[in-house]
């Protein structure tokens, strides 16, 4: 009879470590992004519907939600931005980083039929070949779509922003590779933090902050 309770209390066992190891595998395919690298061109246009290329966006994107843009402009400028799970989204800015807002753990991935269940859905496309769900946002005078892509897990692939009937805004793709970026690519300078901005943007009267 003890051989047989032993038996069935390592089965039991066994069962149990086999649940919790798909549960917590399961948890963590929910939580994992896709890896990819979007090249995106920002145009804006005026009455006449002629365009005038803004900047060049090039995001990368890890399986572990950090990501990193940087834009370059017409005009020379750059924008570099990088966001770490659990710490927050930060812009360089000459030799500092501001503070921008919290960035938790990825959401996990979102299906085309949840995008479709959306208030603000309106339509599904193609983009470079992936499906997305247009979400539209804001008023008459302002009004954003937002194409969701589910092969990204839900991330936006393209914006158009509309003024009544004219488009005067729109970032679409020039390129798109799946695959996890150069983890070079995703490390954040070692410059100080400053959260200044964030602190006086949200009104909690911490005033002026630095961190390393």
Do not use: C
Not at 135 to 147: A, P, Q, R, S
Not at 187 to 200: A, G, I, Q, S, Y
């Amino acid at each position: 009879m003890k051989k047989v309770n032993l038996v069935l209390v390592i089965l039991i066992g066994a069962v149990v470590l086999g649940v919790v190891t798909r549960m917590n595998f399961t948890r963590s395919m929910q939580n994992k992004k896709t890896a990819y690298t979007v090249v995106l061109q920002a145009t804006e246009y005026d009455a006449s519907g002629k365009g005038t290329p803004v900047y060049t966006e090039t995001r990368y994107a890890s399986a572990n939600g950090n990501w990193y843009s940087i834009r370059l402009y017409a005009d020379g400028r750059n924008d570099e931005t990088f966001a770490l799970t659990g710490r927050g989204v930060y812009a360089k800015v000459g030799s500092k980083l501001n503070f921008l807002s919290d960035y938790d753990a990825p959401t996990p991935m979102m299906s085309l039929e949840k995008l479709q269940k959306s208030p603000n859905y309106v339509r599904t496309e193609t983009v470079l070949g992936q499906a997305a769900a247009v979400l539209k946002t804001g008023d008459h005078n302002n009004v954003m779509e937002l194409y969701r892509a589910p092969s990204l897990g839900g991330d936006i692939i393209k914006m158009v922003r509309h003024a009544g009937s004219e488009t005067v805004t729109v970032l679409e793709p020039l390129s798109l590779t799946f695959g996890e970026p150069d983890a070079s690519l995703l490390k954040m300078p070692n410059l100080p933090v400053d959260r200044t901005h964030f602190e006086e943007l949200h009104g909690n009267g911490k005033g002026s902050a630095t961190e390393k």
